[in-house]
């Protein structure tokens, strides 16, 4: 069994320890030490980095009481090695870990609502709760636990006798009955975990609610907290700054200057898309009557317009009516319109003409073209069924 000073000191970055057996697995080294400090995966907290002597070490596991490191390089068992974790690491996940527990605490405690799913990720964390919350109700929590922060009130982390924890009342997604851990966070919350925790609320610095959406019945919250936390409104200050200087507005005016140009990019639309419509109209009144096959280029239309255009091509001809368009991605877009032939059923044989790809209906198929407009026109002008 390895000793786990982690569960004595949540705050111990460096010590020693010794190899007592190096085993190679599949891409990487295996160490088992007779004690230490770096916390295995686990209750939803990733494990541990750092170094063992000059080791680097990338994943810690627990198998049967033993704790193994997974490490870049082999070490001689039977050697003691200076061993330190990577501490800003371990700090932001204590952060997180134990603001989580506040939210989590919070919420049970006023809305009787169960933490089910909690998930350390890289860019924030994900708790489940058992039931619905609104924004508004988020937002009070939020409040109140970064209140608790404020009070810098201690939590304590500790292994109950038996006799002791048949009296308590506390969370737990698990039906646990031996070696449970507690951590307790002074009016606030009693919760079985074994994580490494703050030791007050005061080191957790600010606790922040991001999003939540309804799931599987009831609600995930993302949050971020401590050092994440002010990370993220750095790069939410940087991105309203940049967004300020772009609009030439104030950063408090953004909201406002947004949604101006929102206002003006709809009018410009609107009058793009009657221009749009009056481009096809004409380009349709210059097609020749009576034609077998009409084939057009164009450089502006959009994906509505070209298929308007189609449209009102197939009455001026008896055989094909395809427009062309460039725009984003590898070749022509295309739409083919006919009243008499079938596309769906000449739908390979066109696209073999043209290079292309795509599919439709028996009066209208469309995808990519990639041949050269040349041969494409060659092509179409000459089909018959």
């Known amino acids: 069994m390895t000793e786990k000073l982690y569960y004595a000191d949540s705050h111990l970055w460096q010590f ?110 994900t708790v489940d709760f058992s039931g619905e919350l609104s924004w508004e109700q988020l937002q009070k929590i939020e409040t109140l636990a970064n209140e608790a922060v404020r009070a810098n009130v201690p939590v304590r982390a500790w292994f109950p006798e038996p006799e002791e924890l048949e009296g308590l009342r506390y969370r737990s997604k698990l039906e646990l009955t031996e070696n449970v851990r507690l951590v307790e966070i002074e009016g606030i919350d009693l919760c079985a975990c074994c994580a490494p925790h703050v030791e007050r609320t005061g080191e957790i610095g600010l606790i922040k609610l991001l999003d939540a959406q309804r799931h599987r019945g009831g609600v995930r919250v993302e949050l971020l907290c401590g050092m994440d936390a002010f990370d993220d409104y750095r790069l939410r200050q940087e991105e309203v700054t940049r967004v300020s200087r772009l609009l030439s507005a104030k950063r408090d005016e953004v909201p406002q200057a947004v949604e101006r140009q929102l206002e003006a990019a709809a009018r410009q639309k609107e009058r793009a898309d009657r221009l749009s419509l009056a481009l096809v109209r004409l380009l349709a009144e210059q097609a020749g009557e009576g034609q077998e096959n009409i084939c057009l280029f164009d450089e502006l239309l959009d994906e509505v317009a070209q298929r308007e255009l189609v449209n009102l091509l197939t009455e001026k001809c008896s055989g094909l009516a395809a427009v062309f368009c460039a725009g984003e991605g590898e070749g022509l877009r295309y739409v083919i319109g006919s009243r008499r032939i079938d596309l769906r059923a000449n739908a390979r044989r066109i696209n073999a003409g043209i290079g292309g790809r795509g599919g439709g209906s028996p009066t209208m198929i469309q995808g990519r073209a990639t041949a050269e407009p040349e041969a494409i026109r060659r092509f179409i002008d000459a089909f018959i069924v």
């Open 16 to 125: 020693t320890a010794t190899v007592l057996r190096c085993e190679k697995t599949q891409d990487a080294w295996a160490l088992c030490l007779d004690r230490t400090a770096f916390f295995p995966e686990g209750g939803g907290q990733p494990a541990d980095t750092g170094f063992i002597g000059p080791a680097r070490v990338t994943d810690v596991q627990e198998r049967d009481g033993e704790i193994w490191h997974l490490s870049q390089a082999p070490l001689e068992p039977g050697t003691e090695q200076s061993c330190r974790l990577d501490r800003e690491q371990r700090l932001r996940r204590m952060q997180d870990h134990s603001g989580e527990h506040i939210v989590s605490g919070l919420v049970h405690k006023l809305h009787g609502l169960e933490n089910v799913g909690f998930h350390m990720g890289e860019a924030c964390m």
